[in-house]
Structure formats: C-alpha cells, structure tokens
Nanobody, 117 residues
Framework: QVHIVESGGGLVQPGGSLRLSCAASGFTFSIYIMGWFRQAPGKQRDLVASIDNGGNTNYADSVKGRFTISRDNAKSTVYLQMNSLNPEDTAVYYC???????????WGQGTQVTVSS
C-alpha cells in the first residue's frame, strides 16, 4: 500500500524559513520523480520544484534562489527547504511522485504553510 506523508508545515513570519519533508513507502522511491506542488485558496495547483531519479532539479521561477529540493533515497524521503518566505508562498504544499518510466502518479494529503506577521 502506498503512503506519502508530508510534514513540516506551519506558520512562519515573512523572511523566515521552513523545511518540508515527504516520507514515502509502498513503491520503489528511487525510480520516481519527486515533486512539490502548492495550491493557494481559489488558485490552481502549481509545481514548485521537482527532482528526478538522477538528482536533476527544476524550480518554478517564483522560488528560484529561495527554495531547495533534495532527496534521500535510502530514507525514501524528499525535502523542500524554503528560505526568505513571503506571504505569496502561503498555500497547501503537496508531495507528488511520478514513475520515471511511465505515468503512475501518487499524491500526499498536503501540509499547510502560512507566511504572515
């Protein structure tokens, strides 16, 4: 059974940092492309960052230079280090897994990130 569980969200002041974690089980983590998406109220779910099974990363323009995605295949975990947060980063953040050689996709339940003073 597949489980994808995000953690690390919360309330942070503008300029602050958070580190999100996504722990996965039930599939071969190392051959999945892992990503973080976010969805703000009334908006569509957008890609924030992704990392493929070779360690190559991709970022949305709005987070380049502030966010860093990484993965630990031994722990089946992907991380999102978020620095210099601003209110526009407020959203529910979702972890996503896509099979690198097909279309099988899994989603986590999301974790809320709120940036506010």
């Amino acid at each position: 059974q597949v489980h994808i569980v995000e953690s690390g969200g919360g309330l942070v002041q503008p300029g602050g940092s958070l580190r999100l974690s996504c722990a996965a089980s039930g599939f071969t983590f190392s051959i999945y492309i892992m990503g973080w998406f976010r969805q703000a109220p009334g908006k569509q779910r957008d890609l924030v960052a992704s990392i493929d099974n070779g360690g190559n990363t991709n970022y949305a323009d709005s987070v380049k230079g502030r966010f860093t995605i990484s993965r630990d295949n031994a722990k089946s975990t992907v991380y999102l280090q978020m620095n210099s947060l601003n209110p526009e980063d407020t959203a529910v953040y979702y972890c996503n897994a896509v099979f690198a050689y097909g279309s099988q996709t899994y989603w986590g339940q999301g974790t809320q990130v709120t940036v506010s003073s």
